[in-house]
């Protein structure tokens, strides 16, 4: 039937990696030879994923890749000042990226739907309490008490905070 919503897809479901839009735009003002300014903006839309939930919580199972991460967006920035001396070309440059310092959610937690937050520290409070007991008694081998706090707070799930360099080019 033309026209289907699932027309072209082998299944139905989306794969993780699908995206519906990707938005990127770049605008550059310069005077040749004197000075440069670019700027870079992204915007995509969330992928999917499968919410997945303790049966003691939620106990129903969900249809493959039926949620979606939350949408991200970036913009950096580039300012360059173009010098001559003694025959040699030189700049300076100020590069930002992620200019905005914009949290984007990379990866997501699917009993939450979020990076930084896992349902499990909420529901299964007694494995936390008895590993803080564990630690306390002095068992061997296990992580800082004070790493359980945020235990799923991992900075890895979310994109980088904003980078500032600022350098020097010569070119012979």
Do not use: C
């Not at 995206?19 to 310069?30: V, Y």
């Not at 001559?84 to 009993?111: K, M, P, Q």
């Not at 600022?166 to 012979?172: I, L, N, P, R």
């Amino acid at each position: 039937m033309a026209g289907a919503p699932d027309e072209g897809r082998l299944s139905g479901a989306e794969l993780s990696f699908d995206r519906e839009h990707t938005l990127n735009a770049t605008l550059t003002l310069s005077q040749p030879n004197n000075w440069a300014v670019s700027t870079i903006g992204r915007f995509r839309s969330g992928t999917p994923y499968t919410p997945s939930f303790p049966a003691s919580v939620v106990p129903i199972s969900f249809v493959q890749n039926t949620a979606r991460q939350r949408t991200q967006w970036n913009v950096d920035l580039q300012a360059e000042k173009f010098f001559s001396l003694a025959g040699l070309s030189y700049s300076i440059f100020l590069r930002v990226e992620n200019l905005f310092d914009t949290e984007n959610e990379l990866f997501a937690y699917a009993n939450s739907g979020r990076a930084l937050f896992n349902i499990e520290e909420t529901v299964n409070t007694t494995q936390f309490s008895d590993l803080r007991r564990r630690i306390d008694r002095g068992d061997p081998g296990l992580i800082p008490e004070s790493e359980l706090d945020n235990f799923y707070a991992d900075p890895s799930r979310v994109s980088p905070p904003r980078l500032i360099r600022f350098g020097v080019s010569a070119t012979f």
